[in-house]
């Protein structure tokens, strides 16, 4: 068995990087894709041609016909999304449910569980930023060891058993933010029609990823948000609730950290962050709007504005030591090719001194903290066609040396417009 054949694609930023694209690509040398974290709160956006495809549960792979792509344990799924999902890339003619397998031990994400989550971003005037998707309130659920999994689909008594309890839970909390408790009927109705699509793709996915990578399948390992959103990493409370770092894949998925061979940091040229929270780079200016006009900087699952703003380094380096980083995939370079001067946060200014390291310990130190930034000249060359580097204006190429010498991590690919063929590739996958 080669570990070299499994590889963890991540965010390092605070997701939107980019990630879809990238997996997309990755996923052409692949034999097997799984998605090991989230739920319909991550939108991977894809370019095929000029067909433009948005992703919500189903992993970026799934586009690539004939590559087994699997949903795993780790994450939170709304049935009728997914079944939406399926729906809408047959209606494109790919029948996607031919190579999805789904985890019976994912849990099922409900109605109430969207409910609560709309509910309490109306209560605190949407402070936290969340999806109104239900993923926060999901896994509570399954945290509180009252989640319900897709396997009791294969039960309906007993599922509604389960919904039944869980709801009583959730009734104060509803009640008190001033919503309407749902039947349990409303809730399980619906979940069970989708659920006739989806029993036949249930299995015991771990069992599965095993046996590819026993067999030494070429897999990839595809995350959802960020490293700075990651529950236990990221800039806290202001988080998703799963694991999105590279050491969720195992968890997630069901594997051992020594199956792991390369893990693979997906970052924008910039900065971009949906939601609250801290986000010392941003933009509060005409550059930011150009930036995220250039970017087309809104988000794939919600429509609303992304923030924008300057590299943050410290806070790659940081993606890089959590992570294990072992490449890095570039993305959206050619949106600054609008810009004049590009800066790039390259310290910290704080309360003890000036520090080369993203401060996370909390959320006083990021919002004490004063970015430190160097400027690059720009390039008004289009660089959409660039297929290696030497094609690249000498700004950009000092621009991007600079981001791989700084974070101590190589470059495995740039992307240089959304398209699968506007990429230079420097390492392809799987190549030992």
């Not at 001033?178 to 069992?207: F, H, I, K, N």
């Not at 990823?209 to 595809?222: C, M």
């Not at 770092?245 to 924008?268: L, Y």
């Not at 309360?351 to 004490?368: I, K, M, N």
Request: proline share 6%.
């Amino acid at each position: 068995m080669n570990p070299k054949n499994a590889i963890v694609i991540v965010g390092a930023q605070w997701g939107d990087e980019g990630k879809g694209k990238v997996v997309d690509l990755f996923t052409e040398r692949a034999e097997l894709v799984v998605r090991y974290a989230g739920g319909a709160n991550a939108g991977h956006t894809l370019y095929v041609g000029n067909d433009k495809v948005v992703m919500r549960l189903l992993p970026s792979g799934i586009l690539r016909e004939g590559i087994p792509c699997v949903l795993g344990q780790g994450m939170v799924i709304d049935p009728s999304a997914l079944v939406g999902e399926l729906g809408e890339l047959a209606a494109r003619g790919r029948h996607a449910a031919r190579d999805l397998i789904v985890s019976d031990r994912a849990h099922l994400l409900f109605s109430y569980h969207q409910l609560v989550d709309g509910l309490r971003e109306k209560a605190t005037g949407g402070a936290i930023g969340t999806t109104k998707r239900g993923i926060g309130p999901a896994y509570e659920d399954k945290i509180a060891r009252r989640g319900v999994r897709l396997g009791l689909l294969r039960h309906p008594s007993r599922l509604r058993e389960e919904v039944a309890s869980a709801l009583a839970a959730w009734a104060p909390t509803i009640v008190a933010l001033g919503g309407e408790v749902p039947t349990v009927d409303a809730v399980v109705e619906p979940v069970l029609r989708a659920g006739e699509t989806l029993l036949p793709l249930l299995r015991e996915t771990s069992l599965f990823v095993d046996d590819a990578l026993r067999a030494d399948k070429r897999a990839l390992f595809e995350g959802a948000q960020g490293t700075l959103l990651d529950v236990d990493h990221g800039t806290y409370p202001f988080v998703t609730s799963s694991s999105s770092i590279a050491g969720g894949a195992c968890t997630g998925a069901g594997v051992g950290p020594a199956r792991i061979g390369e893990v693979i940091g997906i970052t924008k040229a910039y900065t971009t962050r949906v939601g609250g929270g801290p986000f010392p780079t941003e933009l509060l200016s005409d550059v930011g709007e150009r930036l995220r006009q250039a970017g087309g900087e809104f988000g794939a699952v919600t429509g609303r504005p992304r923030r924008t703003g300057w590299l943050d380094l410290p806070g790659l380096r940081y993606a890089a030591r959590v992570n294990g980083l072992t490449g890095l995939a570039l993305t959206k370079l050619d949106v600054l090719s609008t810009m004049a001067s590009i800066d790039v946060c390259v310290a910290y200014d704080t309360p003890e001194g000036r520090t080369p390291h993203l401060p996370v310990d909390s959320l006083a130190d990021v919002e004490a903290a004063r970015p430190v930034f160097r400027t690059f000249d720009g390039w008004s060359t289009p660089i959409e066609g660039a297929r290696s580097l030497a094609e690249l204006p000498a700004a950009a190429r000092r621009y991007i040396d600079f981001i791989e010498e700084s974070v101590g991590v190589p470059l495995s690919l740039v992307s240089v417009g959304p398209r699968r063929d506007e990429t230079i590739v420097l390492r392809s996958p799987f190549t030992h």
